[in-house]
């Protein structure tokens, strides 16, 4: 009898103590608890095993040419990564085109490696090398961890791409008339209950351009940036966009351009 | 690379090497006092850019890229004038196909299950038919008292009927306001140019029946949106 009374002090003290907690919990906003809940999976965001698996593809020597991509330049000079990912996408000389980081690696696994860069552009997200260079954009992402964007706007390219890139932002088509301005040119909106940056200025450190790669929860996948693009074209309910194609690299370059000074958090966790 | 490297090493190669080097000072000058190509001439390349960026996928083809006035005028960070906005609009009305018999309300129940849908019309759906799509309106809306998983690109629906005065929907008190609701919903442009709303029945997203339901979910004084 006592032994099976003796809990009960004990859980009325955790009842007392546990009303004014719920009262605070219900005030706290939805936002609140999904920022919290982000919180706690920070500490084992699986896209800690995609940074490992980029890293050691970067380092690999893989291809026809069994080279790795150790001098891979990816605009601050060959084999440098760490703060690269800041600064892209930017205007690459040896090819005449702005790039992001993910047609930059297409770019240098082409050159050096010796895959077939029509080949890799067409393979599905989350299949072969594809899957490897998300990967790979994983790990040099990871690299710039807490940096600020600073997207380079000297070459007349990079100026031209930002201005392409604004108009396809504001672009309306498909069945809805949707744009990416729809969700993505005002402050503080939201979908459901999930929060849409503006994207059109700096939504802060962390948000948006600068939280991508990042491991969706929902998907059980690691998402890099042009795929977050490719699902934002589906859910516009327009075509298919072609990968690294200048339309999504030129969105890329208005998105990180107009996040100069946010710090990068990617590789992120997101729902 | 490899074929300039050939093309050096031969006498016409060194001639095409002197030109090469020519051609590219001339180029270097060219675009150390180029500027941006003028507005317009940036929105043909954008243009030209996003057309040949999309391929067929699925259900969702190119032609969905293909704009019509209320979309171009719209793709910018500025309104269009007052002129296009006034065309956009007129167009937009002319589209209206009004309920037969006039009958605007359906069912507000199956209307909460309509608004409550999210899904269709992408390239990972099977049918453009109406009937397997959701009609989004949570995304972007209070409505019921109930959801508190509600959007805020649109504004509050909140005891939609019931603020507008509407308790008996058959009586001719009530037309104007079941006109223009069903008008918003077929082609949200007939009242504002640029509205962010898709345009339901314009777009053959909802069928007649479904605006019916949705209409009801508003309108209707027995739908919870107006009781509670």
Known sequence: MNKRNAPWPKAAAALALAIPLMAAAQTKSASDGIAEYRKMLEDGNPAELYEAKGESLWKQARGPKKATLEKCDLGLGPGVVKGAWVQLPRYFADTGKVQDVESRLVTCMATLQGFNADELVKTAFGRGEMANITALATWIAAESRGLKFNLPQAHLEEQRFYELGKRAFFFRGGPMDFSCASCHSVDGKRIRLQELPNLTKNPGDGIGFAAWPAYRVSQGAMWSMQLRLNDCYRQQRFPYPGFASDLTVALGVYMGVNAKGAESIAPAIKR | ?228
């Open chain 2, 1 to 228: 690379m490899k074929k300039f490297h050939h093309t050096f090493r031969t006498p016409q190669g060194l001639r095409s090497a002197a030109l090469l080097t020519a051609a590219a000072a001339a180029l270097a000058t060219t675009v150390g006092c180029a500027s941006l190509p003028s507005p317009k001439e940036l929105d043909t390349q954008a243009a030209a850019m996003i057309k040949v960026a999309f391929r067929d996928e699925g259900i969702a083809k190119v032609d969905r890229i293909q704009q019509d006035l209320a979309q171009s005028a719209c793709s910018s960070d500025k309104m269009p004038g007052p002129e296009t906005m006034q065309k956009v609009m007129q167009e937009a009305m002319a589209t209206v196909k009004w309920p037969a018999n006039g009958r605007y309300l359906g069912d507000w129940k199956e209307g909460e299950r309509l608004a409550q849908g999210g899904r269709g019309m992408t390239w990972t759906d099977k049918t453009t038919d109406p009937k397997a799509n959701g009609a989004q309106c949570y995304n972007c809306h209070q409505i019921s008292k109930a959801e508190i998983s509600y959007g805020t690109i649109g504004p509050s629906l909140y005891q939609y009927g019931k603020l507008r005065g509407v308790a008996d929907p058959s009586s001719p008190a009530a037309e104007p306001i079941l006109k223009y609701t069903w008008a918003k919903i077929w082609n949200s442009n007939a009242y504002m140019a640029c509205s962010g709303m898709p345009r339901f029945g314009h777009a053959k997203l909802l069928n007649e029946d479904q605006i019916r339901h949705v209409m009801a979910l508003l309108l209707d004084p027995q739908s919870p949106v107006n009781t509670q």
